[in-house]
């Protein structure tokens, strides 16, 4: 191709107006321009987009430091279900402690459940 | 006054509508073909999914067109594209031609796209409802096509000393057969009736304006015969043609009567 180098480009689509943009893969190309019509004809020639993004890899910042995305403490206290785990355990022994039925409340949502009994309660 | 059917134009006009319909099915047809040909041995493997897509949406537009024909002066699509003899084809002789060399398929494609693309335009508000419809679908797709072939052209025309020697040899080859895209066919009685917005010499002029600027900017060559006086769409083939004809009608004849 006339010695001009090929470039990677990152591929994302859009399936569907409102839904999310995620990758769909990748490409060589000289340049932005034909990455475009390759992009569209890899990822938009079945109908199956309304929206793509071609991006050149080398605008892409590369993070995968494990220092900084893993680091070595115990990070559960952040996840939305690693909290709800926690609450769960103090709730099974507050049950235990006030002699209530274990597991009466089964797999309900610990949250609801606490206000449930509350209001039960009152 | 427009018309959903082809019932009430008299004889001699409907007998054009037809052959600009066959005319039209067998240009996207032929072209599709001789681009399908790139399959597997494009210059990348991103520019050979490319152009063989480019390729099958001209099957497909050949397929509304052949329809198209059909409904006019009935019959079946598939027999008219498959069972028909090389020398009954209408497709111009632009389309004669081999696939030869990645400029030279390039030049040809350009030189077909914008011929048609001007074709296309001079058909959008035909009178003849249904092939309105049609033109107005195929002009959405041919709007990529253009792109990509512009961008073909101008790294052809740009990238150096072969890749250009060989485009303005595919250039002086192929011009005085494009003008073929826009001839032969019986138009008068479709600008009477308001199938066709103009005489096909206009919109051959009209095309070739538009190209002007465009061949200017990459200092390639204006056409500088004029178009063929006969023979334009038929029935004399080339060889090559012939060769295509046996390849793509292969399975076909192997069993007309086949239900596929």
């Known amino acids: 191709m006339g010695g001009q180098p090929l470039q990677v480009f990152e591929v994302f689509r859009r399936e569907r107006e409102g839904g999310p943009m995620q990758h769909a893969g990748n490409l060589l190309a000289p340049d932005p321009e034909l990455a475009s019509h390759y992009a569209r004809e890899f990822y938009g020639r079945r109908q199956e987009s309304v929206r793509l993004w071609i991006v050149p890899r080398a605008a892409i910042r590369d993070l995968d430091d494990p220092d900084l995305l893993q680091p070595p403490f115990d990070r559960s206290f952040k996840k939305p279900a690693g909290y709800s785990t926690e609450i769960k355990r103090k709730l099974a022994e507050a049950r235990a402690r006030a002699g209530g039925e274990p597991g009466d409340a089964g797999d309900e949502d610990p949250v609801v459940a606490a206000g449930r009994k509350g209001v039960e309660r009152e | ?260």
């Not at chain 2, 600009?20 to 999914?49: H, K, Q, R, Y």
């Not at chain 2, 001007?118 to 508000?125: E, G, H, K, S, T």
């Not at chain 2, 070739?208 to 023979?231: E, I, K, M, S, Y």
């Open chain 2, 1 to 260: 006054m427009t018309m959903e059917t082809a019932e009430r134009l008299d004889q001699r006009t409907r007998a054009a509508l037809a052959d600009l319909l066959l005319a039209m099915a067998d240009d996207e047809f032929v072209l599709g073909f001789w681009d399908s040909e790139w399959t597997g041995i494009a210059p990348v493997l991103e520019e050979d999914v490319a152009f063989a897509s480019l390729a099958q949406d001209e099957i497909g537009h050949a397929q509304a067109l052949y329809q198209l024909l059909t409904d006019v002066q009935g019959g079946d699509p598939d027999v008219v594209a498959f069972g028909r003899r090389p020398e009954e084809y209408r497709h111009a002789r632009l389309l004669d031609h081999p696939r030869t060399d990645w400029a030279f398929s390039v030049a040809r494609r350009f030189l077909y796209d914008t011929a048609d693309a001007a074709r296309l335009d001079a058909l959008v508000a035909s009178a003849y409802q249904p092939l309105a419809g049609v033109v107005a679908k195929m002009r959405r797709e041919e709007t990529y096509h253009l792109l990509h072939m512009h961008a073909w052209m101008e790294r052809l025309a740009n990238g150096g000393e072969e890749p250009r020697s060989r485009l303005l040899a595919a250039l002086e080859r192929l011009w005085p057969d494009a003008r073929c895209v826009l001839a032969g066919v019986d138009d008068a009685p479709l600008v009477a009736a308001g199938v066709l917005a103009e005489p096909l010499a206009a919109v051959e002029r009209r095309w070739l304006d538009g190209l002007a600027p465009v061949l200017d900017r990459l200092g390639l060559p204006h056409p500088r015969t004029a178009p063929p006086a006969g023979g334009c769409r038929g029935p004399e083939r080339s060889d090559d043609f012939r060769w295509l004809w046996e390849q793509f009608t292969m399975v076909y004849r192997s069993d007309p009567e086949a239900s596929w």
